[in-house]
């Protein structure tokens, strides 16, 4: 049977959901209160992933970084261009092999017209000692005919004169008549005159010779110019590595026709290297000329000298090159990469810490403290 509830009973359900809700949400406010008081918790992070240092007083080296290569030094490294137009027959020696000498033949070429113009340069040059000589044997021939009529009229002008001479003293005593004394005179003053021509034709024609001569010798030495040209191009042909070092490039392949200038090999000294760094450019203004390195080859290190700064700036860094001032470590060879570090100056009596490596002058960069358990910083 229904049972019929009054209003009071449906007051009383409405007070205690009212109630339930006013509770649930001053639950809720407090738990939300309760949750924005508290600190946070602390991050952790693993301790293989920081970088851990120690500050110091004391001396303490201001160096700069930057990686790079080994190269040759310029005045070690022999490029070999082809001197004509050439084709490559042959390649002997490849980059990587065993050191080669001055006179070691990398490859072979050839060119027909090269060796054509040699052989007509040398047929051209004992052409013109023929010609040199065949004229020497005409003009000395020419000249001991001046030289014989000069003798000569020498003889004859030595007999004039005698012949004066005893007639001026025979004309003194009376027994030569003055007309005979005047022809004898007449005579050696002709001879004379006579004697003084040949001396000068003798003297102007070896005046004459030596002009011609040296014309004939002009004529030999270009000659002989135009063969030791024909010459070394023949020689180049076959390519010589020209310097004792070790070959690190042949650019070409058998078979290729290539133009005059055209490079063939490269060739450098291996104990002759220097490094070359590139250090980003916010840490390069201080470094200058003569400041000392130490180049890391990772088989060994080896200190150096800053030779040579760069002006210009490419791609963030300045390119510096250190000389080595010693012979390179075992296994040191061209475009090795390698590690630089330049000490630029020493300071004294001053707190320092070695990290962060990238710290700059007049920067500011955060760093931790770490607790003495070693557990928070």
């Not at 949400?25 to 851990?52: E, F, I, N």
């Not at 040398?122 to 010609?131: G, N, P, Q, R």
């Not at 010779?209 to 135009?226: F, L, N, P, R, Y």
């Amino acid at each position: 049977m229904d049972i019929v509830r009054d209003a009071s009973f449906k007051k009383k359900k409405r007070q205690k959901q009212t109630l339930m809700i006013v509770v649930a949400v001053l639950a809720v406010a407090g738990m939300t209160l309760g949750v924005s008081r508290m600190k946070p918790a602390l991050q952790s992070v693993d301790y293989g992933t920081v970088w851990p240092d120690t500050v110091k007083r004391g001396s303490m080296l201001r160096q700069v970084h930057g990686i790079g290569s080994l190269v040759p030094i310029p005045a070690d490294v022999r490029l070999i261009p082809a001197e004509t137009d050439v084709h490559v027959e042959r390649i002997l020696l490849l980059p990587g092999g065993p050191p080669v000498k001055p006179d070691s033949v990398i490859m072979e070429l050839s060119n027909p017209q090269v060796e054509q113009e040699a052989m007509q340069a040398s047929l051209d040059l004992k052409s013109a000692e023929a010609e040199y000589h065949n004229t020497k044997a005409k003009i000395d021939s020419d000249l001991l005919s001046l030289r014989a009529e000069a003798a000569t009229v020498e003889s004859d002008y030595s007999n004039a004169k005698r012949d004066a001479d005893n007639n001026r003293e025979l004309n003194k005593i009376g027994v030569v008549a003055k007309a005979v004394l005047d022809a004898s005179m007449n005579k050696e003053r002709e001879l004379a005159t006579r004697k003084k021509i040949e001396e000068d034709r003798i003297a102007e024609s070896t005046r004459a010779i030596e002009t011609q001569m040296a014309v004939q010798q002009s004529t030999i030495d270009q000659k002989k110019a135009m063969l030791a040209l024909k010459q070394r191009q023949k020689d180049s042909l076959r390519v010589r590595a020209g310097i004792a070092g070790v070959l690190v490039d042949v650019p070409v392949q058998v078979g290729q026709r290539l133009p005059q200038g055209t490079i063939l090999a490269k060739v450098v000294q291996p104990q002759h290297l220097q490094a070359e760094l590139k250090i980003p450019e916010t840490q390069a203004k201080d470094i200058t000329s003569g400041q000392k390195a130490d180049i890391d080859t990772h088989n060994g290190v080896v200190q150096g000298t800053v030779s040579r700064v760069d002006p210009s700036v490419q791609s963030g860094t300045v390119t510096v090159d250190v000389t080595l001032d010693g012979p390179p470590p075992p296994g040191a060879r061209p475009d090795l990469s390698v590690d630089g570090t330049i000490t630029l100056e020493k300071l004294d009596n001053v707190l320092y810490v070695g990290r962060p490596a990238f710290g700059q002058e007049k920067s500011t960069v955060k760093m931790f403290k770490i607790d003495a358990e070693g557990k928070t910083a």
